[in-house]
């Protein structure tokens, strides 16, 4: 039987939904192949507004609806009705001694527990109010029961369910049930899942007051429910299998809308990522470009418009940009997109894309345009051989203000605009980092970026290498302490003539008196911004 499909008539349907998208419609379909409709609450006054004949939930037990709508569907007439095996004849004498009739179809979807969750100044009693009992408990058990029963949790299937009930005169296929079954064990967990992870950092326990939560302290249990949004053609190279996952709020990466172009691969979405979050460090009325070849950014500039932006990013390595990924943290224009059109690129995220910018690129039928919305920082999650591991995002940015002046000479007001733009940088440059850049009191430009280097001095060499631009009077940005002051002197070396970085080692004072003799000025920031992968 397992492995055959077999026809199951609907001949009566049990409805209970918070969200009501295409209720009616949907019972109206059921409702013409003779589908006995009954319902709790809301849905039962929807279907009786739109004229269609249902039965209470308490015609159907015989017991009212009480303690608010808390017990309504939690009833042997209810769970035996969805449970009861068909053709078992010790369930069917049950169900018949004491008169439970069958239910065929159970159309559930939960209370919005997490929308409550997060709705601002919620109570903490409204919260817990709208834990869902009774839904989750039809939902398994039709679920359990799907060789008899059909368990609908989502809208979004209500179209194609009508259609095989109306190719299959008001019956479901087994193949069907089953891909039911598995969607509505899908929503309980996600939807346990939800509750548990928002009560594990509810603060407070006061009914009467607003919610405080606390985004501080890891769960004691780490519980993840990403749906699939896609397959994808391959991972990071063509014999590795992948897919994106979503967590559903549209925004980010995985939300990001594509306009044109060839399908995402993996390896395209893993660096608008890289670049989009780089952008991020700039504020909206300050356009910045940033391109980026292999998670690392090759070129980053703002400038006055996004044109120019994008000119300074491309001019700090040319060669580098060709069949990189562009991250842009404004609406792209017409003439900023004529511009980057002459030039070979895989992909570009930005928050919109003008008619004229779209009319633009699109000739170049295989560039991915993506239109993005950003996401709320998160913790960000590694996977590691035998589990994960998790840490708070690094949103940590700094002013001139914070910085500490470790040298004689300070830093001119040119230098410092350069030296604040480069750490904004170098945050995104895999370990160990050092950038070279310049700038005036407004906009900057990365000169050479030495990247992912296993010696500090080396990244400071291979930065220098890198650049196309003259290096003579920028600055540079390590994203670690010097341990030694050979770093330092590498950097001055090839033009630096002002410094930011961490601090922190045990050799700052020989690294100090070095930057005092060679004559430049060096900040610390307190801070480091490894990155790692």
């Not at 009480?66 to 009833?75: E, F, I």
């Not at 601002?120 to 939902?139: K, L, R």
Request: net charge negative; with cysteine; glycine share 8%.
């Amino acid at each position: 039987m397992l492995n055959t499909p077999s026809l199951k008539k609907i001949r009566r349907a049990l409805l209970s939904v918070t969200d009501k998208t295409g209720l009616v419609d949907f019972a109206q379909a059921l409702a013409a192949h003779g589908v006995d409709l009954v319902s709790t609450g809301g849905t039962a006054k929807a279907l009786r507004d739109a004229g269609l004949p249902v039965r209470d939930i308490s015609d159907l037990t015989g017991f009212p609806e009480m303690l608010d709508g808390r017990v309504k569907t939690l009833h042997p007439k209810v769970h035996g009705g969805i449970l009861h095996i068909r053709g078992n004849a010790e369930h069917e004498a049950a169900t018949a001694a004491h008169d439970i009739e069958p239910i065929d179809m159970v159309v559930v979807n939960l209370y919005a527990f997490e929308k409550t969750a997060q709705k601002p100044g919620a109570h903490f009693a409204e919260i817990i109010e709208n834990i869902d009992i009774g839904g989750p408990s039809m939902v398994r058990s039709a679920a359990k029961n799907f060789e008899d029963v059909a368990i609908v949790t989502l809208a979004s299937d209500y179209p194609a369910l009508v259609e095989e009930l109306k190719a299959n005169n008001g019956a479901l296929g087994r193949p069907t049930r089953w891909e039911l079954a598995k969607k509505a064990f899908a929503s309980t967990a996600a939807y346990d899942t939800a509750i548990a992870n928002t009560l594990e950092i509810l603060t407070n326990e006061d009914p009467h007051t607003a919610a405080v939560f606390s985004e501080e302290s890891f769960p004691a249990a780490l519980r993840v429910n990403y749906p699939l949004a896609n397959t994808l053609r391959y991972g990071e190279n063509p014999h590795q299998n992948a897919a994106l996952y979503t967590d559903g709020s549209g925004t980010g990466i995985a939300g990001g809308k594509q306009l044109q172009g060839k399908e995402l691969s993996f390896n395209n979405l893993v660096d608008l990522d890289a670049c989009w979050s780089l952008v991020q460090e700039f504020p909206a009325d300050t356009p910045a470009v940033c391109i980026i070849k292999h998670t690392n950014p090759c070129g980053a500039a703002t400038g006055s418009t996004v044109l120019e932006a994008y000119t300074r990013a491309l001019a700090a390595d040319p060669v580098s940009a060709f069949g990189g990924v562009l991250g842009i943290n404004r609406e792209v224009d017409g003439p900023a997109a004529e511009e980057i059109a002459k030039l070979f690129v895989e992909a570009i995220v930005a928050p919109s894309f003008t008619e004229d910018a779209r009319t633009r690129f699109a000739a170049k039928k295989n560039l991915r345009l993506v239109e993005i919305k950003s996401a709320k920082p998160a913790r960000a999650m590694k996977q590691v051989s035998g589990g994960m591991l998790l840490q708070d995002a690094d949103t940590l940015g700094i002013t001139a203000s914070e910085l500490t002046v470790a040298t004689t000479r300070k830093p001119t007001d040119e230098e410092l605009a350069a030296l604040l733009f480069s750490w904004r940088v170098c945050k995104h440059v895999k370990s160990n980092a050092i950038v070279y850049a310049r700038a005036d009191e407004k906009y900057g430009q990365t000169i050479g970026i030495g990247a992912g280097q296993m010696s500090r001095v080396d990244a400071a060499k291979f930065g220098a290498m890198k650049a196309v631009l003259p290096l003579e009077g920028c600055v540079a940005a390590s994203d670690a302490f010097f341990p030694f002051p050979d770093g330092l002197e590498t950097v001055v070396a090839a033009g630096a003539t002002a410094v930011i970085q961490p601090g922190g080692s045990v050799k700052d004072p020989d690294v100090i008196a070095a930057a005092n003799k060679l004559g430049i000025a060096m900040v610390f920031t307190g801070v480091r911004h490894f990155r790692h992968g």
